[in-house]
């Protein structure tokens, strides 16, 4: 079990570039959520993957966020445009149906 | 936003001593989940509750899942240093298929020796 892997764990940016954040969910789960979590809070969700299908998004996530799975297994946040409030450390988790969530370590944004 | 409140918010504690924490919500869950999570790490999952009155241990952790369905209890006997971290309570929001987790404030824990 090589557990939940995010890429990168840290990334530096200037307000109004884009970004990209990747995650490799436990091979056989089939589910994949992304949180943000800001510091001294808990995760907040953001997005949730069933496969390849986006079954619900929060309002948290504005039109500048985009996340896809295209084949079902790893998945990929996009932020673009950044702001100073985009940043925060962006967790992704996996589980298989019915069964509890497991994170990665995260990827730390933060924003010049 | 947030629907679980945990205290307390933070403890300092010494090495060796037993450790209660608590979440309590507004509203009825049908799981809870504990994670801790270190400085610059992802959550990680200590425990999950299933059935109101469940009583589960891992290790020196044991949690219960409240009669209420409402709250959940941690405790940590006999506490060691690797212990510190920020634990957090989770429940499923159920909305259709998803099981999005809602968070907990967290309890900040401290160990000296």
């Known amino acids: 079990d090589t557990g939940v892997s995010q890429d990168p764990r840290h990334k530096i940016t200037k307000r109004g570039q884009n970004v990209t954040f990747r995650c490799d969910p436990i091979?056989?789960?089939?589910?994949l959520y992304w949180y943000r979590q800001t510091l001294g809070q808990g995760p907040e969700f953001l997005t949730y993957?069933?496969?390849?299908?986006?079954?619900?998004k929060s309002r948290l996530l504005s039109n500048r966020f985009s996340a896809e799975r295209p084949k079902g297994s790893f998945s990929t946040l996009e932020i673009q445009r950044t702001e100073q409030g985009d940043s925060a450390m962006y967790l992704c988790?996996?589980?298989?149906?019915?069964?509890?969530?497991?994170f990665g370590d995260g990827t730390r944004l933060s924003i010049l | 936003g947030q629907q679980l409140n945990q205290s307390p918010q933070s403890m300092f504690i010494q090495e060796g001593e037993d450790v209660s924490m608590n979440c309590t919500s507004s509203?009825?869950?049908?799981?809870w989940l504990w994670y801790k999570q270190d400085p610059g790490e992802g959550p990680v999952l200590l425990i999950a509750?299933?059935?109101?009155?469940e009583l589960t241990s891992n290790g020196r952790l044991t949690a219960q899942f409240g009669i209420t369905r409402k709250d959940s209890f941690l405790n940590i006997s006999a506490s060691i240093p690797s212990d510190v971290g920020i634990y957090f309570c989770?429940?499923?929001?159920?909305?259709?298929?998803?099981?999005?987790?809602?968070f907990g404030t967290g309890t900040r824990l401290q160990v000296t020796l």
């Open positions: 988790a996996s589980s298989f149906y019915g069964q509890p969530q497991h």
């Open positions: 091979s056989e789960h089939n589910r």
């Open positions: 993957f069933q496969n390849e299908a986006q079954l619900e």
């Open positions: 509203s009825i869950f049908n799981t």
């Open positions: 509750l299933y059935k109101a009155g």
């Open positions: 989770a429940g499923p929001i159920n909305t259709g298929t998803a099981s999005k987790l809602t």
